[in-house]
């Protein structure tokens, strides 16, 4: 019987291990008494976790927002993205505009 991969860091000792010897995951999990399915199965559920490399002049850039006088708790801001548009308000959470930005790129 095989051993199950353990959690995700030995799901990426052992992506990491198969890369290095050139196989695929199922090649280096039968070498190594790995199931290949279980590392397969983590070796998806890592890439879906992984945000995507974007090409060198798609790359995000930081961009300080300095806020107008009197505009305090009113305040808008809106994010551009290629063609896709996300508005703001001062009080928003970070934790939310990250999620709406990575369900945007999910699409």
């Known amino acids: 019987m095989r051993r199950k991969i353990d959690n995700q860091n030995d ?7 198969a890369e290095r ?6 090649e280096w999990g ?11 199965a983590w070796r998806m559920n890592l890439a879906r976790r992984t945000p995507v ?5 798609l790359e ?4 300080e927002l300095v806020p107008i006088a009197g505009q305090g708790k009113d305040a808008r801001y809106l ?3 290629r063609d896709i548009s996300i508005e703001v308000g001062a009080d928003f959470h970070e934790e939310s505009l990250v999620r709406l930005v990575r369900a945007l790129h999910a699409c």
């Open 11 to 17: 799901a990426r000792r052992c992506l990491r291990a």
């Open 79 to 81: 994010v551009r993205i």
């Open 60 to 63: 995000p850039r930081l961009v």
């Open 30 to 40: 039968r070498e190594h008494g790995i199931d290949g399915r279980s590392l397969n």
């Open 53 to 57: 490399k974007q090409p060198a002049d």
């Open 21 to 26: 010897a050139g196989l695929t995951a199922g």
